[in-house]
T-cell receptor, first 120, second 116 residues
Framework: GAVVSQHPSWVICKSGTSVKIECRSL??????MFWYRQFPKQSLMLMAT?????????EQGVEKDKFLINHASLTLSTLTVTSAHPEDSSFYIC????????????????FGDGTRLSIL | AQTVTQSQPEMSVQEAETVTLSCTYD???????LFWYKQPPSRQMILVIR??????QNATENRFSVNFQKAAKSFSLKISDSQLGDAAMYFC?????????????FGKGTLLTVNP
């Protein structure tokens, strides 16, 4: 199946630093990428949707200046958590959408393996 | 707005037995897809099964099958011959196939425990 690589898988950093998470589609071009946040034993909460070359669309309640999303190419999107604090600690998952036709189009989104972010 | 409801926060089943996980959804759209995702302790999201709303036949994937009741807006997942590896969080999800971005709406999940 389609491969979405998310890096890093786990990061620990000090409060006040910025952390960048990368999401890459390895064997397809992603028309759209999504970023989710997940707290323990809870569902995935959509943070934002990004299309290549345009600004991300953030869900209500998500701080744009805190969670910077860049989607510079059809295979790469990044999420930067700026000035991270302990309350930003969470599991972040990206996913990528192929489109309506062709290989891998039977799934709406292909998920990365997630990034566990711990802010000390 | 679409909503997905999973009314069972936790379920348990004996190994080799059958278990059914419930899901209901609310939408005014006629063209959509429904999914069940499995998230094991590794937290990887794994697609279990998919159902197109226009198809009357229930989807099946080996030991996994669904009971899709479009009029009732119900989409339950049946796991037959449960295995220890089936233990995971299961999410029901909806997507409007006519939407521009294919945003998934997830239920809150059901934590399935498989007892040996």
């Amino acid at each position: 199946g389609a491969v979405v690589s998310q890096h890093p898988s786990w990061v620990i950093c000090k409060s006040g630093t910025s952390v960048k998470i990368e999401c890459r589609s390895l064997d397809f071009q992603a028309t759209t990428m999504f970023w989710y946040r997940q707290f323990p034993k809870q569902s995935l909460m959509l943070m934002a949707t990004s299309n290549e070359g345009s600004k991300a669309t953030y869900e209500q309640g998500v701080e744009k200046d805190k969670f910077l999303i860049n989607h510079a190419s059809l295979t790469l999107s990044t999420l930067t958590v700026t000035s991270a604090h302990p309350e930003d600690s969470s599991f972040y998952i990206c996913s990528a959408r192929v489109g309506n036709t062709g290989r891998y189009s039977n799934q709406p989104q292909h998920f990365g393996d997630g990034t566990r972010l711990s802010i000390l | 707005a679409q909503t997905v409801t999973q009314s069972q926060p936790e379920m348990s089943v004996q190994e080799a037995e059958t278990v059914t996980l419930s899901c209901t959804y609310d939408t005014s759209e006629s063209d959509y897809y429904l999914f069940w995702y499995k998230q094991p302790p590794s937290r990887q999201m794994i697609l279990v099964i998919r159902q197109e709303a226009y198809k009357q036949q229930n989807a099946t994937e080996n030991r996994f099958s669904v009971n899709f009741q479009k009029a009732a807006k119900s989409f339950s997942l049946k796991i037959s011959d449960s295995q220890l590896g089936d233990a995971a969080m299961y999410f029901c999800a909806y997507v409007n196939s006519g939407g521009s971005n294919y945003k998934l709406t997830f239920g809150k999940g059901t934590l399935l425990t498989v007892n040996p």
